[in-house]
């Protein structure tokens, strides 16, 4: 079996990929800038996301905020907020460790904008919520349970 | 191109708070119709906001941020008057831009 073949073509299509990509950003600019990051969102475990993501042991912070409710009833549409007093922070993620696909949005921070985003998230089920600081270089992580009930009389 | 954002901005003390409301199914891929077939995921991969020219967010979203995606952040600096500028791209390749006035 010619394996060099199959590594080539892998490569070649590998390349396409980022050219149409490329030509994406072209007809949006700015686009560019935030080229989705398939293996962290493709990543299954909240290890292998993390580990897309470049961070791959994040330090606990008490200066990471996570904010959200403590029963969400509508697991569809779970406010969650990330705030952080930390310097310098470039990047944001929000993680959710029971989700089939354990991130859920990754935000980027330009000079400027303070650590501090809100969104809504989709739950399958109860699980632990993680936020995902970087500050400099370093990442930091806080965490808070979010219980989804099901029945909708609210527990 | 899907339906139209709402956006709001707001400046305070020499903070601008953004909150975004995006019209998207969000599909995750996970859900199955009916006759049992899988519903083909179709979701917000990429976001950015801008004021004027500079991006002052962005991001990139998974399936599980939820349908009709909302987000709310604050940048420094803006002025009444000023334009911040919305864009997002799923992933069919759709996108959609729309703009507010700082008030």
Redesign the interface.
């Given at each position: 079996m010619n394996n060099q073949r199959r590594t080539v073509l892998k490569s070649g299509s590998g390349a396409a990929l980022l050219g149409m990509l490329a030509a994406?950003g072209l007809?949006?600019p700015?686009?560019a800038?935030?080229d989705?990051?398939k293996a962290a969102?493709d990543a299954k475990s909240m290890a292998d996301a993390l580990k897309a993501l470049g961070a791959a042991s994040p330090a606990d912070s008490k200066d990471v905020q996570v904010t959200g409710p403590d029963i969400a009833e509508n697991g569809?549409?779970?406010?969650v907020?990330v705030a952080s007093s930390l310097p310098n922070v470039s990047m944001v993620a929000i993680l959710?460790e029971k989700?089939?696909?354990a991130?859920?949005?990754?935000?980027?921070?330009?000079e400027?904008?303070?650590a501090?985003?809100?969104?809504?998230?989709?739950?399958g089920q109860t699980s632990n919520i993680y936020a995902l600081v970087k500050s400099g270089d370093k990442f930091f992580m806080a965490t808070k349970e979010i219980k989804v009930t099901l029945g909708g009389c609210g527990g | 191109m899907g339906n139209p954002m709402k956006i709001r901005a707001a400046n305070k003390d020499g903070v601008t708070e953004v909150k975004v409301l995006v019209s998207h199914e969000m599909e995750t891929g996970q859900r199955k119709d009916a006759a049992g077939a899988i519903v083909p995921a179709w979701f917000i991969t990429e976001l950015v906001a801008k004021h004027g020219d500079k991006t002052v967010l962005s991001c990139e979203f998974g399936p599980s941020v939820s349908k009709n995606p909302y987000l709310a952040f604050k940048f420094k600096g803006g002025a009444k008057g000023e334009k911040v500028t919305v864009s997002w791209k799923d992933n069919k390749g759709d996108s959609r831009t729309d703009e507010a006035t700082i008030g």
């Open positions: 994406a007809i949006i700015g686009m800038l935030a989705w990051n969102f569809a549409v779970v406010p907020g959710i989700n089939p696909n991130l859920a949005a990754s935000f980027v921070l330009p400027g904008t303070e501090n985003v809100q969104t809504r998230v989709k739950m | -």
